[in-house]
């Protein structure tokens, strides 16, 4: 029997019946076509899966669509919106921070989100906040030379009053 739940995905407010064993990664790739959040193992073991809910990352192949009802979910999608990338995605591209992609999405949300919790990381910090994202090609360091490249553009954006580059309103 399905169930109405009502959520905001990238700023954008859905309203819609789900069943009540669908996951949060199911509903964004199958229902809503939004397949920068990947589905790897469905365990919750490689992260790639990883979206922003309530300003927390999480693996959405262990969040029920239900669970997340009322919630406020960032995809990688929401992030650029067309007048630039987000600093962290420009970071990681000008890092070579990106192999195969499979992992990038996740580690760039997850990035993010520590970012929006502490704009000045450590290495220290940094590694822990990626320790659940598992990546087979870079070897970890460039993705952490991508995050704290990200941070230093974080911090003067900040500096200067801007609001960050392709983050919608409302999604931090």
Known sequence: MKRAIRLTINGKEYEMPVSPNQTLVDLLRYDLGLTGTKKGCDLGDCSSCT????GRPVNSCLVLVVQANGRDILTIEGLETG??????????????????????????????????????PNE?????????????????????????????????????????????????
């Not at 591209?93 to 195969?100: L, V, W």
Request: a negative charge.
């Open 83 to 120: 007048e630039g990338l987000h600093p962290v995605q420009q970071s990681f591209t000008d890092r070579g921070a990106i192999q195969c992609g499979f992992c990038t999405s996740g580690m760039i949300l997850s990035g993010k989100a520590l970012l929006d919790r502490n704009p000045e």
């Open 124 to 172: 220290s910090d940094i590694r822990m906040a990626l320790s659940g994202n598992l990546c087979r090609c870079t070897g970890y360091q460039k993705i952490v030379e991508g995050v704290e490249d990200a941070g230093q553009k974080v911090r003067q954006l900040a500096g200067h009053g801007d609001k960050l580059m392709g983050e919608k309103e409302g999604s931090r």
């Open 51 to 54: 979206v922003i809910m309530d």
